[in-house]
T-cell receptor
Framework: DAGITQSPRYKITETGRQVTLMCHQT?????MFWYRQDLGHGLRLIYY???????DKGEVPDGYVVSRSKTENFPLTLESATRSQTSVYFC???????????FGQGTRLTVV | DQQVKQNSPSLSVQEGRISILNCDYT??????FLWYKKYPAEGPTFLIS?????DKNEDGRFTVFLNKSAKHLSLHIVPSQPGDSAVYFC????????????FGDGTTLTVKP
């Protein structure tokens, strides 16, 4: 499928488990981002990447790990999930010349 | 300290009337502003944007106004349609911050038929 896709769409995990959220884009955009959206709040930046093998922290990076070995993929890993990480996670991408980003459909993660 | 604020969590308007969504920011380094629209169970989609060198940008029914001195922007939708019912996020970015966007909490717009 063309565009940006996230998997899974829904995930329930237990406290302390490691979980990885996947993000794949077909545009070859150099920039990719991970945001979380908590109920009634806006999107907060977790991590971003300017290119393959280049990643940097956003506003709320604690408890998360990212990697970017290929331009098209940007997985987000919760090393040891906590209830406070229950949220909807959005992946996004853009080209350097663009200002707006393109979002995936989101992953709703529940940590019990 | 929230740098981008949307003080109205919700707004309800009648079909055909004007919808005005407001956004305030505190960081004077922001030089580009965007509005995104989000339907339930979908990711946000880009709607319209404005550079800090302009005070107005128009795209069909959607117009964004920027008042730099007041650090305020607004999105006008005229005429409003039921399909416009969604959550609208204001976002701001600064070239000095790698163009990363800071988002407001969103305003839920309901357009009644």
């Amino acid at each position: 499928d063309a565009g940006i896709t996230q998997s899974p769409r829904y995930k329930i995990t237990e406290t302390g488990r490691q979980v990885t959220l996947m993000c794949h884009q077909t545009w070859s955009h150099s920039y990719m981002f991970w945001y979380r959206q908590d109920l009634g709040h806006g999107l907060r930046l977790i991590y971003y990447s300017a290119a393959a093998d280049i990643t940097d922290k956003g506003e709320v990076p604690d408890g998360y790990v990212v990697s970017r070995s290929k331009t098209e993929n940007f997985p987000l890993t919760l090393e040891s999930a906590t209830r406070s990480q229950t949220s909807v996670y959005f992946c996004a991408s853009r080209d350097p010349g663009q200002k707006n980003v393109f979002f995936g459909q989101g992953t709703r993660l529940t940590v019990v | 300290d929230q740098q981008v604020k949307q003080n109205s969590p919700s707004l309800s308007v009648q079909e055909g009337r004007i919808s005005i969504l407001n956004c305030d920011y505190t960081n004077s380094m922001f030089d580009y502003f965007l509005w995104y629209k989000k339907y339930p169970a979908e990711g946000p989609t880009f709607l319209i944007s404005i550079s800090s060198i302009k005070d107005k940008n128009e795209d069909g029914r959607f117009t964004v106004f920027l008042n730099k001195s007041a650090k305020h922007l607004s999105l006008h939708i005229v005429p409003s349609q039921p399909g416009d019912s969604a959550v609208y996020f204001c976002a701001a970015s600064a070239e000095t911050n790698a163009g990363k966007s800071t988002f407001g909490d969103g305003t839920t717009l309901t357009v009644k038929p």
